[in-house]
Structures are given as C-alpha cells and as structure tokens.
C-alpha cells in the first residue's frame, strides 16, 4: 500500500500532493496545507482579559444610578447581606455607619488611612484613636461603638493576625461582630490563607482585599455599602 509523503515532504503546493503516491489519486488536503486557526476575542468586554469571571462589570442594587464604582459577582454576593441588615437598622437613631476594628500597631498607618478615606467619602466611623478618652474602660467603649455601628469592617493584617493569635482587644470585638451579619473583613499586606491559620472562623467570611483593590477604592464601596439615600427595595 502507499505511504502518503505528507509528514516527511509536505503537501504546500498541489505539485507536491501530485507527486505522492497516496495522494496524487484523489482531491487531498493535508493537515499541513490548512491555515492554522487562530483565535479571536472581542475587545469590546472586559471580562476577556479577566480569569474565573472576577472582573469588575457588575452594581448592586444600592448603587447609585450614576455611580462609577464596579464590583465582582463574589463581591456583591459578600456585601449584599451586609447591607441588609444596614436597611433593618435605617430607622435606628444615632448610629455610626461603620465600626473600625482593627490590631494596635495599625492605628497610625494603614487603619488611620482606612479611616480618613471612609470620612472623606462621608462615612462616619467608631476609631479607637479618637472615640476611647483616657481614663474609660476600653472594652466598655468597644461595646457601645459595636452596638452603634451599622457595619463592622476588621483591618486584617500581618500585626492583626498576631493580636488574635494572642487573644488580645481585637479578638474580643471580632466575638461581637462575628454574631451578627454586619462584618466585612479588609485584609491587607496578608492572605486569606494566613488569616484561616490563624482565625478559621473570620477566614470562612469573604471580603474585600488591597491585593485587588486599592484602599480608596475599598472606602467607595463601603459608603455605598452604608449610604442610605439609594431607595430601599
């Protein structure tokens, strides 16, 4: 039987297809001879250039009907039973919009600037740095702030994960706000990985993260979360 010579002389030109002693008998096109296929994708999507669907295409329901501010599905699926329960507490007076947790060597850099970006963007926040007066009972302030705050946002990072580990002030405001639908986890400079190791209970909770997001874009979201003039469906 004859051998087609395809794989040793080609067949680009119909001269070498005639020259083949398999081939030349029939109307033959080898693999060779095709033009390669070559994909192409729409630029018109952004979610093309994204993996696993993250791209930031959606708005929850609380959104403003102008706002700029996108979200994953992940993310608003996280954020919309936090929100929830800031509509449940809308009619209750005197509330903070957002109760900042977060380790004591933060206070004066990655959760003072959390803290400046939330008012900035008119957010009202409970901060120990300015709401605990000297001489009061810290853990008695910490549950007044908890009690009048719509949200709880922790700060996780590498000195929060050393607080917990040794069940200091941080690990007793996480108790209290991991009772109630009102926490969002920030974590920052760290990895959800790290934090279960330490805190499996607050690493099963989804949240926000710097490594996708930048500290100014996760304050817009949290007054979004927390603005009460969108009309309540």
Same mark, same amino acid.
């Given at each position: 039987?004859?051998?087609?010579?395809?794989?040793?002389?080609?067949?680009?030109?119909?001269?070498?297809?005639?020259?083949?002693?398999?081939?030349?008998?029939?109307?033959?096109?080898?693999?060779?001879?095709?033009? =390669?296929?070559?994909?192409?994708?729409?630029?018109?999507?952004?979610?093309?250039?994204?993996s696993g669907g993250s791209s930031r295409?959606?708005?929850? =329901?609380?959104?403003?009907?102008?706002s700029v501010i996108y979200y994953t599905p992940a993310e608003i699926q996280t954020l919309t039973p936090v929100r929830e329960n800031v509509e449940k507490r809308s009619t209750t007076p005197d509330l903070r919009d957002v109760f900042l947790c977060h380790a004591?060597?933060?206070?004066?850099?990655?959760?003072?600037?959390?803290?400046?970006?939330?008012?900035?963007?008119?957010?009202?926040?409970?901060?120990?740095?300015?709401d605990v007066l000297l001489g009061t009972s810290l853990l008695r302030e910490i549950d007044k702030g908890l009690a009048k705050s719509r949200v709880g946002i922790v700060l996780v990072t590498p000195a929060l994960l050393k =607080? #917990?580990?040794?069940?200091?002030?941080?690990?007793?405001?996480?108790?209290?706000?991991?009772?109630?639908?009102? #926490?969002?986890?920030?974590?920052?400079?760290?990895?959800y990985d790290e934090l279960r190791d330490v805190s499996p209970l607050l690493g099963s909770r989804s949240g926000?993260?710097?490594?996708?997001?930048?500290?100014?874009?996760?304050?817009?979201?949290l007054a979004e979360l927390t603005n009460l003039d969108v009309a309540i469906c």
């Open positions: 039987m004859a051998r087609c010579t395809a794989p040793i002389n080609g067949h680009r030109t119909s001269a070498a297809e005639a020259a083949c002693p398999a081939c030349s008998s029939r109307n033959y096109r080898s693999y060779y001879s095709e033009p =390669r296929y070559t994909p192409t994708y729409s630029s018109g999507s952004s979610t093309s250039r994204s295409t959606s708005k929850p =329901r609380w959104s403003r009907q102008n004591w060597d933060d206070r004066k850099e990655s959760a003072k600037e959390l803290h400046d970006l939330l008012e900035k963007n008119g957010v009202s926040v409970w901060f120990s740095e300015k =607080r #917990l580990a040794s069940e200091g002030i941080a690990d007793k405001e996480l108790s209290a706000l991991l009772h109630r639908d009102m #926490l969002v986890p920030i974590v920052h400079n760290t990895t926000l993260n710097t490594a996708d997001d930048s500290m100014a874009g996760i304050a817009a979201k």
